[in-house]
């Protein structure tokens, strides 16, 4: 009974209609991202020097987007309402600001991002003080030409405490 419950679930994920984000390929077919975790800090850990060297392999690698795997706000999460809480600011803003860094970052959620309003980093507001931030649905496919790219955070360290 069990595993008719997990199909229709998946029957359901399968036949949902999931939003695209197109991005263009430079003129020889490439793109290339910056792979980042557990950066939200609020200034904490010393994060200016880690977002400079970002900025510098950013520079280097001509990247076109940032992909966040999670733990976006340490160490409770993004706590309230967006202009309530500074920690976006302070974890993401104020930080990372090297020009190669102003590309799109898309991210999905983390063990500590749940320990606070989780939903409060879907708010559109958030893009409207940093433009660059986009964080999507739970579960979300992109395609590009003849290549897909799955990008559903699952973290499993929730399950396990």
Same mark, same amino acid.
């Given at each position: 009974?069990?595993?008719?419950?997990?199909? *229709?679930?998946?029957?359901? =994920? !399968? !036949?949902?209609? +999931?939003?695209?984000?197109?991005?263009? !390929?430079?003129?020889?077919?490439? +793109?290339?991202?910056?792979?980042?975790?557990? #950066?939200?800090?609020? /200034?904490?850990?010393? $994060?200016?020097?880690?977002?400079?060297?970002?900025?510098?392999? /950013?520079?280097?690698?001509?990247?076109?987007?940032?992909?966040? *795997?999670?733990?976006?706000?340490?160490?409770?999460?993004?706590?309230?309402?967006? /202009?309530?809480?500074?920690?976006?600011?302070?974890? %993401?803003?104020?930080?990372?600001?090297?020009?190669? =860094?102003?590309? $799109? #970052?898309? =991210?999905? =959620?983390?063990?500590?991002?749940?320990? /606070?309003?989780?939903?409060?980093?879907?708010? $559109?507001?958030?893009?409207?003080?940093?433009?660059? %931030?986009?964080?999507?649905?739970?579960?979300?496919?992109?395609?590009?030409?003849?290549? *897909?790219?799955?990008?559903?955070?699952?973290?499993? #360290?929730?399950?396990?405490?």
């Amino acid at each position: 009974m069990a595993k008719g419950g997990i199909a *229709t679930v998946l029957t359901v =994920l !399968a !036949a949902a209609t +999931l939003p695209r984000l197109e991005h263009p !390929a430079k003129n020889d077919g490439s +793109l290339s991202l910056l792979v980042v975790r557990d #950066w939200g800090r609020k /200034g904490e850990c010393n $994060p200016f020097r880690i977002a400079q060297q970002m900025g510098r392999v /950013g520079e280097k690698l001509d990247i076109d987007y940032v992909v966040s *795997t999670g733990v976006n706000f340490y160490n409770t999460g993004q706590m309230g309402r967006v /202009g309530d809480d500074d920690a976006f600011e302070q974890s %993401f803003t104020d930080i990372y600001r090297a020009n190669s =860094l102003q590309k $799109p #970052w898309h =991210l999905v =959620l983390g063990n500590h991002d749940y320990k /606070g309003d989780a939903l409060a980093q879907f708010s $559109p507001a958030l893009r409207k003080i940093d433009s660059w %931030f986009n964080l999507h649905e739970i579960i979300h496919r992109e395609c590009w030409c003849k290549f *897909t790219c799955d990008r559903t955070g699952l973290d499993t #360290w929730s399950f396990q405490h």
